[in-house]
């Protein structure tokens, strides 16, 4: 059995990893149409992966398709998630849902009143090192969580029309578009936010987001977190780096975080909780690769939600947990204009 998907925003990720990766590759996935607000590149895409080129949004939306795959700029999120829930398609949204927590409680709403599943992008968690990691911490065998480390950053320069370059079409700039994935991430791993301190800033890129964002992230369960996403330096300088630390070790990753599926990772794990050792002595600390094997997140991503769809089960990345990284996000940027500490309210959805 195959959901079919219809794809608005054809020419950026869609075109790069999503429809080649995820729609194309999946198993129980098949994509019958695209549009894109720039002809050429959807007739290109239409072409090569054998989907009808739509001239608009309406037409799309009036095709057979049963899901609709989102990937257009986070300014039109809102109204187009809702034109597909009103269409009665499905919707798996690029993060983040929409620009602001109004916008994604509006876009949930939407879904929820027509009957139609809302997934969000955040496909990061699919990572087989990231499930590997989180098995790890669920079995005890991490101890005590103590400290979580999420970085993902990039060289971002000024481009005519990139609408992530000003917070009035991408909602904010280096946190909103890469802290959301490390963010979710890590509560992925660890557990809800309960309350952030950010900073941001402006070093390099003359544009107006922000190209420097550092976020201190308080978690329920009380361990700490740090996550930065910079868009000022060379991309081989940033290894995007996953830490993870308990009482009885941690787990160390590199290059796991980002679009593709490879990276390394290492846990160092203590069988016996350990005595004082005032020579500290850290030889030994040979670590455990973890190398499951790799699994495409596009892939995985489509697969899940077009098994959702089918079962008329719960999308395992829904619109609560898209919605909750929207206001973890809010949260952020209020702690930057405020120089305050802001908690989240853990009764919100
Ligand atoms: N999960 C990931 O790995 C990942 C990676 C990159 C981007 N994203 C997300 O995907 C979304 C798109 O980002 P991108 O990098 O592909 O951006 P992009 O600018 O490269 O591509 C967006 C595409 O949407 C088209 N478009 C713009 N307005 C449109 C409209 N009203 N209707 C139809 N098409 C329209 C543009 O012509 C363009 O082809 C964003 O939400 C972004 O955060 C996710």
């Known amino acids: 059995m195959t959901t079919k998907w219809g794809v608005l925003g054809s020419g ?3 075109r790069r990893r999503t429809i080649p990766e995820g729609i194309v590759a999946a198993e129980n996935a098949e994509l019958v149409a695209v549009y894109d607000v720039n002809k050429q590149a959807n007739a290109e895409v239409a072409e090569e992966f054998g989907a009808a080129a739509c001239g608009s949004e309406a037409e799309l939306l009036a095709t057979e398709c049963d899901a609709v795959y989102m ?6 999120h809102c109204a187009q998630v809702c034109a597909a829930a009103d269409a009665g398609k499905h919707v798996l949204c ?4 929409g620009m602001t927590v109004a916008e994604g409680e509006t876009m ?14 955040l496909m990061m968690r699919f990572h087989a090192q990231h499930q590997a990691a989180l098995e790890i911490v669920r079995s005890g065998k991490l101890g005590t969580p103590v400290l979580a480390r999420a970085q993902l950053s990039c060289w971002y320069p000024p481009m005519e029309g990139a609408w992530r370059q000003d917070p009035a079409s991408g909602g904010g700039g280096s946190i909103m578009d ?3 994935h490390c963010i979710d991430l890590l509560e992925m791993l660890f557990g809800r936010v309960r309350q952030v301190m950010c900073l941001t800033g402006n070093l390099v890129q ?3 987001s922000e190209d420097t964002g550092v976020v201190l992230l ?7 977190g740090i996550v930065d996403n910079l868009f000022n330096v060379p991309d081989e300088s940033s290894k995007n780096r996953l830490e993870l630390y308990g009482s009885q070790g941690s ?7 980002g679009q593709g599926e490879l990276g390394t990772m290492e846990a160092y794990l203590r069988k016996t909780p350990q005595g004082y050792e005032a020579q500290q002595a850290r030889a030994d600390g040979t670590g455990i690769v973890i190398a499951p094997e790799p699994l495409n997140m596009y892939r995985a991503e489509i697969e899940a939600f077009s098994k959702a769809v089918q079962d008329d089960t719960e999308p395992p990345v829904n619109a609560e947990i898209g919605l909750w990284s929207q206001r973890v996000l809010a949260a952020c940027y209020e702690s930057a204009r405020t120089g305050q500490a802001v908690a989240l309210d853990q009764e919100k959805p």
């Not at 949930?108 to 992008?121: D, E, H």
């Not at 787990?251 to 975080?257: D, K, M, V």
């Open 71 to 76: 990937a257009t700029p986070a300014n039109v």
């Open 108 to 121: 949930a709403a939407a879904c929820a009143v027509k009957g139609v599943k809302l997934g969000c992008g």
């Open 218 to 224: 308080e978690f329920e369960n009380g361990a700490k």
């Open 178 to 180: 890469m802290g959301g």
């Open 12 to 14: 950026g990720i869609a």
């Open 94 to 97: 690029e993060k983040p849902l």
């Open 206 to 208: 003359e544009y107006a």
């Open 251 to 257: 787990i160390l990753a590199e290059g796991t975080i």
